[in-house]
């Protein structure tokens, strides 16, 4: 069991930082800045990040800081991913139509995405591109899916989202709810599609710096 002396030499307001930021992880697996900045920037600072580290350590788990992205994620420890009998017992299994609805979003991040502003894409936009995979899901699966996506830090949205015209915020994190293993395989399914090879090669460049970071199709509930 590691040592939590730390946490009788922090102040009232790191002490209720410490547990927030914990709870927030194993709760919903991501802290992105764009959504907690105060969060991020807490857990961001290398002595915080270690202190944290340490406690989650006595449970198998590690937080892994992707500062570029701002982006603060939850993964299990690497010495207990194949050990015998330790199950990772609280997971979401996205469905399939839950990864290609993903992959959308993901790729309209991507051809958005910059390091300073916000990505913002409207209902329209998400539906023209799911149409494009030729992905189809009743109004009540979009809702359904934006709300549980909503809950992992993935996205965020008002009240307008069920007009083609509400906007919709895309987080850094959709980058790694997701192993680029797992993407290229879906991305296989729809190889014939016209310019797809590019998506795939496109997909390839931008996850070198993440690829091994994400959580398969398994995110922490």
């Given amino acids: 069991m590691g040592d939590f ?12 930082l410490f547990k927030r930021c914990i709870r927030k992880l194993l709760d919903a697996t991501f802290i992105v800045a764009d959504k907690e900045e105060r969060l991020y920037d807490y857990i961001a600072s290398e002595s915080n990040q270690y202190d944290i580290n340490t406690y989650l350590a006595a449970i198998g788990y590690k937080v892994v800081v992707e500062e570029r992205m701002k982006v603060a994620m939850l993964q299990q420890n690497d010495e207990d991913v194949e050990t015998v009998g330790l199950k990772r017992i609280n997971l979401l299994r996205f469905e399939p139509k839950q990864v290609r609805f993903l992959l959308v979003l993901w790729l309209l991040f991507l051809e958005r995405m910059g390091y300073a502003d916000p990505v913002y894409v409207t209902v329209g936009d998400i539906i023209d591109k799911c149409k494009i995979y030729k992905i189809t899901m009743a109004p009540a699966d979009f809702k359904k899916n934006y709300r549980l996506f909503k809950r992992f830090s993935l996205i965020d949205y008002n009240d307008d989202i069920a007009t083609e015209d509400g906007k919709v915020k895309l987080y850094p994190s959709l980058q790694f709810c997701m192993d680029i293993g797992q993407l290229k395989q879906v991305m296989a399914e729809y190889a014939d599609e016209d310019g797809m090879e590019a998506n795939m090669d496109g997909m390839e460049e931008d996850g070198e710096d993440i690829d091994g970071l994400g959580e398969s199709e398994d995110m922490d509930e």
Avoid at 7 to 14: A, F, G, I, Q
């Fill in 5 to 16: 002396s730390f946490r009788k030499k922090m102040s009232d307001e790191d002490a209720y």
